[in-house]
């Protein structure tokens, strides 16, 4: 795991690339090397996790081509493309000379041969050539802007504008973030110009020319049948292959820990492969109803773990937002997002430098209640009468609400499909967005929101619901924030439930392994209850929750009032702040605990401004 920064077309000093690596140094503390011919400038912090010897530094060159590779991320079967490239001369241990020796005999088809995460930049002076390229799901990130001249590129925006590039607040994202809760649905950022390589792409600059190339996408995979044992028994075998996998690492693997089912299976799954002790890292608050430390301790697990925990109290949690947004640049997702943004911190204390996470799971497995709403649908759709009333029944006693076919609550949840971005229990985080005269007139111009999100138009309602979640709505901002999380304290997090070809398999399966007995998640369910001898298909599903609401409500709401009220937001024109303040003053004052995202968003907005658009 490790920065990149980079300007072609241009030629610079050796300090002007410092300055931009001196702005990511968080990503790499172990080594730093800069490559430069001509107007060629790549720069490269490393965080050594496999090979750890001088002679796996980079950016790396091949002496007899001139080829040069910096890269981003873990290649999980470097070994095996490594034996398979025998005859090659490697002089590394390293995964990054294996992508460079496969680059030499496939050219950019080697992404397709990759199995892991990565963000890579190759520049090939045979041909005159700059190519990225990104991971499948955009687990690392990777940024550019190209004038037509010079493209610059970095793994962090901070790259960017430490090379010089000048920036300006996106007042189509701030839109959008306000309106609908959206941050990474689209590759624009909020900082114009500065766009995001997509995710499964590459890009290559040749004479002057951009032109990008789709590898991999997951819109395409068509669904397949099998019988409920044997898709029991492949999923089993191909997570086992995929942590196995996961695990190759020259340094200590932890576990990011909750009582979730994610993360317990990932616990489940490491025991049957006989791996040994563990350090585990899990958030908890003092408020005990959400409180994840006394559920894990609960738990009897089939490991030997040494546990480590962190309670975030209000107190800390303005300081260590402004602080946060430091590196994620983007608005946080909550304070779930902020905790783990901590724990990292923990993480780093510990001596930890590589984490598993469950990010991923729900996504692939069917995990949000949402998608209950959607797999009806298509029962509704399709005429399978008998089948959806048995479903409703079954969802009204594991999820305590009643549907009725043809009923008020039917239509609403059922039959209105939407592309807005919901919180896992479903509800909506879009809404009032208590915009400004500046986005009221650029939403009459333009149009926003929706209808620049990724819409999938084949498949069945619940793939689609899936797919949006995977592409657009939930996925890419998950993972932008599990980067910055754990790069701002030089952590890697691998996120297994996110290998491609476990997606693939996932993808193809029948609803009823997604959705059974009104059982979300059925498949993983059945698995920890078959092999990991645990009943967790009786459990409702269980939401990872913070305080979030109670604190906003309560202990922080006079710092909120006056965080925003010193701050630039409110000045700003680009919301209304007096219905905004009002509407916090009726929600402070309410009973019901209710929705705190729009004050969330607020307090997000406020500290982007302050650090980076003064």
Not at 419 to 430: H, I, Q
Not at 587 to 593: F, N, T
């Amino acid at each position: 795991m490790c920065g990149i920064v980079g300007i072609v077309g241009k030629s610079v000093q050796p300090e002007e690339i410092e300055k931009a690596l001196r702005a990511i140094k968080h990503r790499g503390p172990d080594a730093q090397g800069i490559y430069q011919e001509g107007e060629v400038n790549i720069g490269h912090l490393r965080l050594s996790i496999i090979d750890l010897s001088s002679a796996a530094g980079q950016p790396m060159k091949d002496d007899a081509t001139g080829v040069v590779i910096a890269f981003n991320g873990e290649i999980y079967n470097y070994r095996e493309l490594k034996e398979a490239l025998q005859g090659e001369p490697f002089r590394t241990q390293s995964d990054t000379e294996v992508i460079l020796r496969l680059y030499l005999r496939y050219g950019m088809g080697c992404a397709n041969r990759l199995r892991g995460m990565f963000a890579f930049v190759i520049w090939d002076p045979r041909s005159q050539t700059l190519h990225l390229c990104r991971d499948r799901f955009g687990i690392k990130p990777l940024y550019y802007h190209y004038d037509g001249d010079v493209l610059i590129f970095s793994s962090e925006i901070k790259g960017l504008m430490a090379l010089g590039l000048r920036v300006e607040l996106n007042l189509h994202m701030v839109y959008d973030y306000l309106k609908y809760g959206l941050t990474a649905h689209t590759q624009e950022t909020f900082f114009n110009p500065v766009r995001s390589l997509e995710p499964g792409t590459t890009l290559s600059l040749c004479e002057g020319q951009i032109q990008k190339t789709t590898y991999w996408s997951p819109v395409s995979i068509s669904q397949e049948h099998g019988s409920p044992r044997e898709v029991e028994e492949q999923t089993w075998e191909l997570l086992q292959e995929t942590l196995r996998l996961h695990m190759v690492s020259d340094v200590p693997v932890g576990i990011s820990l909750s009582s979730g089912l994610d993360s317990q299976l990932i616990v489940h799954l490491l025991s049957r492969l006989g791996q040994g002790e563990f350090h585990t890292f899990t958030v908890g608050y003092d408020e005990p109803e959400y409180d994840e430390i006394i559920r894990v301790q609960g738990v009897k697990f089939p490991l030997s773990l040494t546990q480590h925990y962190l309670r975030l109290t209000p107190e800390e949690m303005m300081e260590s937002l402004q602080r946060a947004i430091t590196y994620f640049e983007v608005p946080l997702g909550g304070l779930g997002t902020l905790s783990a943004y901590r724990l990292m911190q923990v993480t780093h204390d510990v001596g930890i430098k590589v984490l598993l996470s469950g990010e991923g799971a729900d996504e692939v497995f069917g995990g949000y209640k949402y998608y209950y709403y959607a797999y009806f649908r298509d029962l509704y759709e399709k005429g399978q009468t008998a089948l959806l009333q048995r479903e409703l029944q079954a969802f009204a006693r594991t999820n305590g609400e009643q549907l009725e076919i043809g009923s008020m609550g039917f239509q609403q949840h059922v039959l209105n499909e939407t592309n807005a971005v919901r919180a896992p229990d479903g509800t909506s985080l879009g809404g009032n967005g208590f915009l400004g005269p500046i986005l009221l007139e650029l939403a009459e111009e333009n149009g926003h929101g929706e209808g620049r999100t990724k819409k999938k138009q084949h498949h069945d309602h619940l793939r689609r619901a899936m797919l949006r979640d995977l592409v657009s709505l939930k996925i890419p901002k998950l993972l932008w924030f599990q980067d910055r999380t754990s790069m701002a304290w030089g952590i890697e997090t691998r996120v297994p439930y996110l290998d491609h070809k476990l997606v693939e398999f996932a993808y193809r399966l029948p609803a009823n392994s997604i959705i059974c007995d009104g059982v979300s998640k059925y498949l993983p369910k059945r698995l920890l209850q078959r092999y990991g001898s645990a009943n967790k298909l009786s459990m409702v599903k269980h939401y990872v929750a913070t305080p979030q609401r109670e604190w906003l409500k309560g202990p922080l709401y006079e710092i909120v009032n006056r965080y925003l009220e010193e701050g630039r937001l409110g000045q700003s024109g680009l919301i209304d702040y007096a219905g905004w303040k009002r509407a916090y003053a009726d929600y402070a004052e309410s009973p019901v605990l209710g929705n705190s995202f729009f004050v969330w968003k607020m307090i997000n907005l406020e500290a982007l401004l302050r650090e980076f658009f003064r």
